[in-house]
């Protein structure tokens, strides 16, 4: 009944003009830096940070917020008009929403990402009011055992998302995973897979790779195709916006990926990313048509789209509870707390108990800002697909430069990013699939530190894995997950053995 009282209370505080202003600015400038390859929610966050040194804590910290919330809904809008993931978080959101925008319904993808984003942001929002400190307490409990783990739970995902063709999927595995290993040594420091080039002792920048295994690749496609039919005529727009059957038929992947989101985005380094693709593929394992996945199918944008909006409210619970930013983003937003004279943390609830709900409030206004938004905005950007293929691939090509060079400042992302256009235009070409080389990126890092870390605290004993309940869990998940699309291949194949010869 508090809770309740505090929040009412903070709607109070955040509905003013100035606060409402920069609800709705944030939300823009949010979807416009989400929706450009290359910038992200952090970087966002951290150029427009001096834009609020003039303000207030409340309306400045909302306002923050608000280009959060937006720019993870932004990636969605070139990750489905152009094939092209704005954000990291939106990589999964390709997979449908382009081919659903190819299928002549950019609207109804929009529509359907920006709803689910809607719906999966109100309920961490709503997660995050009444229970951060429970919550809280149970993102400590995870060591490096848990985060392994989980990272076995999420790699194991690459069995289903390879289901068409298990070997090209392990292949396409295997290099994420080995691509993932170049850089300096995690725990030593020494030089590995870098054949004394400079550039590469930070490891594979992975927005590069990211931009140019979906949109430099889809630009050599294009292009291939245009020389081949001599330019193709556009296929109409006709879905432009979702219907109410369309929303009853993913209610329960909007549930499943908003608490998927949530509990994922409570743990620090997890983040967006890893929840769009775990709730993907839960999408993929209740759906009873998983076959359409990939195809342009609503719950393949909606999970994605529901599950990396709800980390932006569960990355917030170990920031505000205990002052441990659980993102790049959040990590960001400590420094915003402490340019406004405050420290996140258990202290923050006791002595600034009004400026913690409005922000709460706030962050329910960043997410109705930025829906009605794309709401509004998703007929005229569906318009993207009827821009000629000799217009629109060069503007491809402009955003896709930019968002390489942006994240170093460093032309040798430029030259990175071709070269994965290459690898992916002749992935695509012999069709092994991207997601598992996408998925095995990044997570391999995060594997690889804590399964070694988990080592050096256990002195080398690796039944630390499966002695904590946690871990066990989770390994259990990853190993059932990984074994159910061969005991349903052998099934499939005892049911055609005894399907009887036609006359």
Sequence with gaps: MESLLLILEGFKDVIT???????????????????????????????????????????AIVMLLSIYCGAIYGGSITAILLRTPGTTAAACTVFDGYEMAQNGEPGRALSMAATASFIGGIFSVIV???????????????????????????????????AENMVKGLISAVIGLLLGTVGLDIVTGVPRFTFDIVELLNGISFIPVLIG????SQ??????????????????????????????????????????GTLVGILPGAGATMSSFISYNEARRWSKTPEKFGTGCLEGIAAPEAANNAATGGAMVPLLSL?????????????????????PGPLLFRENPDLVYGLFAGMV???????????????????VTKIPNRVLVPMILILATIGSFAENNSLSDV???????????FMRKFEFPIAPLVLALVLGPMAESNFRRGLIISAGEWTTFFTRPISLVFLALGFATLIMPFIRMIRDHRKTREVPPSA
């Design 128 to 162: 995050l009011i009444f229970l951060s400190p429970p919550l809280a307490r149970m993102a400590l409990m995870f060591g490096p055992a848990e985060y392994f783990a989980l990272c076995f739970f999420g790699l194991s995902i690459i069995s289903s998302l390879s």
């Design 219 to 260: 630009i050599f496609i294009t292009v291939e195709k245009e020389i081949k039919e001599l330019g193709g005529v556009k296929q109409a727009i006709s879905g432009l916006t979702i219907s109410l059957k369309d929303l009853v038929s993913v209610t329960g992947t909007l549930v499943r990926s908003s608490i998927i």
């Design 365 to 383: 206004l960043a997410n109705i800002a930025f829906f009605v938004l794309g709401m509004l905005g998703a007929r005229l950007f569906s318009q």
């Design 213 to 216: 295994l979906f949109a430099v």
């Design 415 to 425: 030259f990175l990013m071709f070269s994965f256009g290459v690898v992916g235009y």
């Design 17 to 59: 003009l100035q606060n409402l202003l920069s609800v709705f600015v944030g939300s823009a400038l949010g979807i416009a830096i989400g929706a450009l390859p290359g910038l992200n929610a952090s970087m966002g966050i951290a150029l427009l940070l001096p834009l609020t040194y003039g303000m207030s804590a409340l309306p």
């Design 323 to 343: 002052g441990i930013p659980g993102s790049e983003t959040t990590a960001v937003l400590v420094g915003a707390f402490m340019i406004q004279g405050l420290r």
